[in-house]
Structures are given as structure tokens and as C-alpha cells.
């Protein structure tokens, strides 16, 4: 179990963008491929995780799954060239391209400017 606590993207100062990815997997083999039952899926979103965290001007990322297997994840960006920057990745360009092929049975991607962004946290009890 992972000590990393779970929380959302923290608000930052308006204007920014959300890249929204909302994608439903396709059925696959859990013998189809790759040493994690998924033909590589989860290997491949790691290291995209690692990737998008390089690219200047982004801001975190936010992601969740249902139990019926719609997935979403909204990644936040400064501006829009941080998203044309990941946009042009190679090793990005690359996952998207053998998503197309082998992980998805269809997704949706928009771009919507932030124009009013604001945070909550409960304060920790006291003793």
C-alpha cells in the first residue's frame, strides 16, 4: 500500500487550461501481452505520467476510474503551448497511436479554459 496521500490538483491562478481524456478501455486477455496482464497499458501510463511532468507549463493531473470502466483524466496546463508541446511528444505521439490499436474501445479529448479555480482542504483535529 502506498503512503502517498490522495488529493486533488491544487487550484491555481486563472487563466489555464484542462486537457479532459475520458476513454473507455477496450475487452483484452489478461494473456495478451506485457508483464502486467494488459498488453503494456499500465507500463505505458507510468511512464506518460513521467513524461507530462517535463513539459513546461504543466500543473498536475487528476485521474479516476468507475468500476464499469469509464476512465477520466484531466491534466492541467498553464497555457496552451505546454498542451501543443505534449501534444507533439514522440513518446507520447507513440501511446496514443497504439491506444487507437490495441487499448480503447473509444475516448473524447477537450481542451476548456480555467477561468475561476479554487481549493478546500478540512484543517487536520487537534489534540
Request: without cysteine.
Amino acid at each position: 500500500m502506498s503512503d502517498r496521500r490522495i488529493a486533488p490538483v491544487a487550484a491555481h491562478e486563472p487563466p489555464y487550461y484542462a486537457v479532459v481524456f475520458t476513454s473507455v478501455r477496450a475487452e483484452h486477455d489478461e494473456g495478451d501481452g506485457g508483464d502486467d496482464g494488459d498488453d503494456g497499458y499500465a507500463d505505458t501510463a507510468a511512464r506518460m505520467g513521467e513524461l507530462v511532468q517535463r513539459i513546461p507549463g504543466f500543473l498536475g493531473e487528476d485521474s479516476a476510474r468507475t468500476p464499469g470502466g469509464l476512465s477520466v483524466t484531466i491534466a492541467y496546463f498553464r497555457d496552451l503551448a505546454g498542451i501543443e508541446a505534449w501534444r507533439g511528444d514522440a513518446e507520447h505521439r507513440a501511446a496514443k497511436a497504439y491506444g487507437r490499436e490495441h487499448w480503447y474501445e473509444r475516448y473524447s479529448l477537450h481542451i476548456a479554459k480555467v477561468e475561476h479555480s479554487r481549493s478546500y482542504e478540512r484543517a487536520e483535529a487537534g489534540p
